[in-house]
């Protein structure tokens, strides 16, 4: 099911989302429902953004939304470099897929997307360029493609993009919040949830991989849209461990399964 359709399945029921906290949206009609999409990953550290929207907003409040020059990247490199255990060059792009193509034409056998705590690639400093979906719910058409300093990128790359200096910021905050994020959490905040959830997913680490069938997925999707759980709506995409919730918020799929 494509996001746009299962999006307009969720207002159909519950309204419109007037509030997202956490791993929670809350919706017009009172209903509160546990998000385990997250926005694809984007809102992995919560909803609400913490203090990278507190950053955000000061640039903003200063009025530094012109075309004039302001600052450089420079703190933001910083930040991806920290990340990534090693020093790096940055680039913008709208879209995933001219990153990822940026990347391979200087890195071709080198080049991996990043997911934090993914248990299939730990030392990032040996990755050549890595393409980031930054952690921050509003960035949905921003990727960051970070190339080592060694490796020359020439010129200007294919859908490649200027970044406003106040999302910088925000972004900036945001992996400076993930890094701290990643000494904090670990497999005692995932597996709690294994005893409903592995019967519907593989996990590894915080993400979660279909079992159920392809071609009932959907089905399963508005099973749990009823009881309150929203998924990943992409069959091919993992959807996410809901990090600090109670486990209660899986009974009602524990109590009315879904048979494939």
Not at 92 to 100: E, I, N, Q, Y
Not at 101 to 126: F, R, V
Request: net charge positive; proline share 5%; hydrophobic share 35%.
């Amino acid at each position: 099911m494509n996001k746009t359709d299962f999006f307009k399945k969720l207002y159909e029921l519950y309204g419109p989302v007037t509030r997202a906290r956490n791993t929670f949206l809350y919706t017009k009609k009172g209903v509160r429902l546990t998000d385990c999409y997250q926005e694809n990953g984007r809102a992995i550290l919560g909803w609400e953004g913490g203090s990278a929207f507190t950053h955000f907003k000061n640039v903003l409040s200063r009025g530094q939304t012109g075309s004039f020059i302001t600052e450089d990247h420079s703190r933001l490199k910083k930040a991806v470099s920290e990340l990534l255990a090693s020093p790096r060059n940055i680039f913008f792009f709208s879209g995933k897929m001219d990153a990822l193509k940026a990347g391979l034409s200087l890195a071709p056998e080198k080049t991996a997307s990043y997911h934090p705590w993914s248990p299939n690639q730990t030392n990032w400093d040996t990755v050549d360029a890595v393409v980031i979906a930054p952690p921050l719910p509003w960035t949905d058409c921003v990727y960051i493609l970070a190339v080592k300093e060694n490796i020359s990128a020439g010129e200007k790359f294919s859908g490649q993009i200027d970044l406003p200096f106040a999302l910088q910021t925000g972004i900036t905050r945001a992996i400076y919040n993930l890094i701290q994020a990643l000494q904090e959490r670990e497999e005692k905040d995932w597996f709690i949830y294994d005893t409903v959830l592995t019967k519907y997913f593989e996990r590894k680490g915080p993400y979660l991989y279909a079992k159920v069938p392809e071609e009932k997925y959907d089905d399963f999707l508005l099973h749990c849209l009823n009881l309150g759980l929203v998924f990943n709506p992409d069959y091919k995409e993992a959807s996410i461990v809901p990090f600090g919730a109670d486990k209660g918020v899986f009974t009602k799929l524990k109590n009315s399964p879904f048979n494939y």
